[in-house]
């Protein structure tokens, strides 16, 4: 059920309104010709970038305040966004399809109402340690569009929301473990940062983290029902929670297999464990405003948002049943807490996006470029690596550097793999984490990706997170990228 396009209107978004008028397009050390950002260009220079790099490594572990972002030999500088470009600190201009790692449904420009909304709770003041009226009508708005979500409680990241998640499910279940898939990701967080054999207690996957905590937690391959099967047998009644991305967005974007989500659904339910769909990635990007849990038809118990629904600003909530949720203190006795929660700039920004994705076009416009850009790319796969497979629905894509692959192609999901039987690639499709590591994943990350950012298109940097398509980008732009990908596969 596709209910969320309204109609086109999204004239405002073209105005180039968010540049403050101080701010020339081009940076006023660089003269013009060094604007770049066309195809073929090789080796641009990032001299500047490399300069505040140097400095970065002095004062930042890395250079860099979050890992991902510190690319080799060293990553460019973002002098500032532009629609669905970024232009650096040297001004090359790059079709941008990283989007804050998901954030930034509409581009770089907020449209107009977005901005005036920010702008005005700016001027009233950024945040106050008491209830905002922001507050209750972006709770009403998921409350409204989100099949599973009765009531929501606001934190500020991601990571924030999902560890309040599993304390809420293991609170309000009275059970200590927890499940896992590999390859999936839920945030810098203690319980989900885990490595070990499907089914059975984990080992930390990072230093500082007691072993103890990572005994609590289960791993299962995603795409398994067996594997799932065979432990809720097993084990069902020390479950707390069952915690899974719908798509594994930051495992190269890995769908489920039919029957998969709803395996999961049933198995929780039978055990009395809790089903929790960590929607950070896909939620209000996959399936439009009902999200992936509307797209596939399942509804779980609670839902972690973040991502899209700050607007660009810091942002996360778990929204679910009401009954569990409101486990959470004051009402309840698991407790969970935070200064900056509900803040209403991000609040502002998120329910103005989220409003202006309701209103205009969006979700049709970044699925209609999705399909475009993924069926491109499984022509020039069919070409030049058959082997490869395009993943990815709505505006999330990439590519997997898969090893193997049918000879016959006929037939073949036209716009990125949706795990169809009857598709010739189907067994060959990656099911899960193991599919993807056994990929040219270097290959992917030290030749693919910086030879298409030396032709301006700026891609994450490895073959695990995703790529986003926002509502800035146009028919062009995925030409251009389609070409781009011609040249560097
Ligand atoms: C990005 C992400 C997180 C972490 O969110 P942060 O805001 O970075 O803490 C958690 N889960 C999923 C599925 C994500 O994509």
């Known amino acids: 059920m596709e209910t969320y396009s309204m109609g086109p209107d ?139 979500v009765e009531m929501i409680r606001f934190v500020n990241s991601g990571t924030e929301a999902t560890s309040s998640a599993v304390r809420l499910a293991r609170g309000y279940t009275g059970r200590d473990k927890i499940v896992v898939m590999q390859g999936s990701y839920h945030g810098a967080q203690e319980s989900t940062l885990v490595q070990g054999t499907a089914g059975m207690a984990s080992e930390p996957s990072s230093n500082g983290i007691p072993p103890a905590f990572a005994e609590e937690t289960i791993t299962l391959p995603f795409n398994d029902a067996d594997a799932a099967r065979e432990l809720f047998e097993e084990r069902g009644d020390e479950i707390a929670c069952v915690l899974t991305e719908p798509i594994l967005g930051n495992c190269a974007s890995v769908p489920p297999v039919d ?24 939620g209000f990007r996959i399936g439009g405003l009902q999200c992936a849990q509307g797209k596939f038809g399942i509804t779980p118990d609670l839902t972690t948002l973040a991502k899209v629904i700050g607007g660009g600003f810091p942002v996360g ?4 049943r009401a009954d569990i949720i409101e486990q959470f203190a004051p009402t309840g006795d698991v407790f969970q807490a935070g200064t900056y929660s509900g803040h209403p700039l991000s609040l502002t920004a998120g329910l ?35 082997e490869y497979t395009v993943v990815g629905t709505d505006s999330m ?9 049918p000879r016959d192609l006929e037939g073949q999901c036209a716009a990125g793999c949706s795990q169809d039987p009857d598709c010739p690639r189907f067994e060959y499709c990656p099911k899960d984490k ?56």
């Open 434 to 489: 193991g599919d993807v590591n056994r990929a040219e994943t270097e290959r992917w990350e030290r030749l693919f990706w910086p030879a298409m950012l030396d032709q301006g298109v700026f891609l994450t940097a490895n073959q695990f997170e995703s790529q986003f398509i926002s509502y800035a980008h146009t028919e062009e732009d995925i030409e251009q990228t389609l070409e781009a990908y011609k040249d560097a596969l």
């Open 317 to 320: 909530a778990i929204g679910g």
């Open 10 to 148: 999204r004239t405002d978004l073209l105005l180039p309104h968010s540049l403050p008028p101080d701010l020339s397009p081009v940076p006023a050390h660089l003269s013009t010709q060094t604007l770049r950002g066309s195809p073929n260009r090789p080796n641009m220079n990032r001299e500047r970038s490399r300069n505040l790099y140097d400095r970065a490594l002095s004062v930042t572990p890395g250079g860099v305040n979050s890992p991902v972002r510190a690319v080799r030999p060293y990553p460019f500088f973002v002098e500032r966004g532009d629609g669905a470009h970024v232009i650096d600190a040297d001004g090359n201009k790059y079709i941008d399809y990283v989007m804050g790692y998901g954030p930034l449904l509409l581009g770089h420009d907020l449209p107009q109402p977005v901005q005036s909304a920010v702008q005005s709770q700016l001027a009233d003041g950024p945040m106050y340690g008491a209830p905002t009226e922001v507050e209750v009508e972006l709770a009403e708005f998921v409350t409204r569009h989100v099949p599973s």
């Open 352 to 386: 103005e996006t989220l409003r202006y994705a309701a209103k205009n076009d969006v979700y049709d416009h970044v699925r209609s470029l999705g399909d475009q850009l993924r069926a491109g790319l499984t022509d020039i796969l069919e070409d030049r690596a058959p």
């Open 259 to 282: 029957g998969y989500l709803e395996t999961l659904r049933e198995l929780t339910e039978d055990h009395g464990s809790l089903l929790i769909f960590d929607e950070v990635m896909t």
């Open 397 to 405: 894509f990439k590519v997997i550097f898969t090893r193997d692959g």
